[in-house]
């Protein structure tokens, strides 16, 4: 690996840092608003209520990004940042650069990804097949 495991660390916990920082941020602005306290019409209210579900939402994937930058500076301790989880070769540093906390290789990541949408596709089919084998047993 070209870079210094200095310059690594410092990147991760920079990242880190303004991980924290947006979390705080979304902490606070979301205890700004009341939660019980109707107000304004039903679209008033909807419009609040998606904004807060948002927001919930992004708060869970600052925290994911939180414990993936956790869980590199870990392994860069261990001596086993850099290295794909998958086909144990070197994580080229321009891609460690954009994504610091990397576990895989690009084409490793690529392969992870199209079995996972595999996977859920099969699901996803046997669950509407479910679904068709009820509605004709009711019918």
């Given at each position: 690996?070209?870079?210094?495991?200095?310059?690594?660390?410092?990147m991760l916990l920079k990242m880190k840092e303004e991980t924290l920082k947006e979390i705080n941020k979304t902490?606070?602005?979301?205890?700004?608003?009341?939660v019980n306290e109707p107000?304004?019409?039903?679209?008033?209210?909807?419009?609040?209520?998606?904004?807060?579900?948002?927001?919930l939402l992004l708060g869970d994937r600052e925290r994911e990004k939180l414990r993936n930058i956790d869980e590199a500076l870990l392994r860069l301790e261990e001596g086993e940042y850099g290295i794909c989880e998958e086909c144990e070769?070197?994580?080229p540093i321009g891609r460690l650069?954009?994504?610091p906390?990397?576990?895989?290789?690009v084409k490793c990541k690529a392969d992870l990804e199209k079995?996972?949408?595999?996977?859920?596709r099969f699901e996803e089919d046997r669950a509407y097949r479910d679904i068709?084998?009820?509605e004709e047993e009711e019918g």
């Amino acid at each position: 690996m070209t870079e210094k495991p200095e310059e690594l660390k410092a990147m991760l916990l920079k990242m880190k840092e303004e991980t924290l920082k947006e979390i705080n941020k979304t902490v606070k602005s979301g205890s700004d608003i009341p939660v019980n306290e109707p107000s304004g019409d039903i679209y008033d209210q909807a419009s609040s209520e998606r904004d807060r579900e948002l927001g919930l939402l992004l708060g869970d994937r600052e925290r994911e990004k939180l414990r993936n930058i956790d869980e590199a500076l870990l392994r860069l301790e261990e001596g086993e940042y850099g290295i794909c989880e998958e086909c144990e070769e070197e994580i080229p540093i321009g891609r460690l650069k954009i994504v610091p906390f990397a576990r895989h290789c690009v084409k490793c990541k690529a392969d992870l990804e199209k079995q996972q949408a595999q996977t859920k596709r099969f699901e996803e089919d046997r669950a509407y097949r479910d679904i068709s084998l009820s509605e004709e047993e009711e019918g």
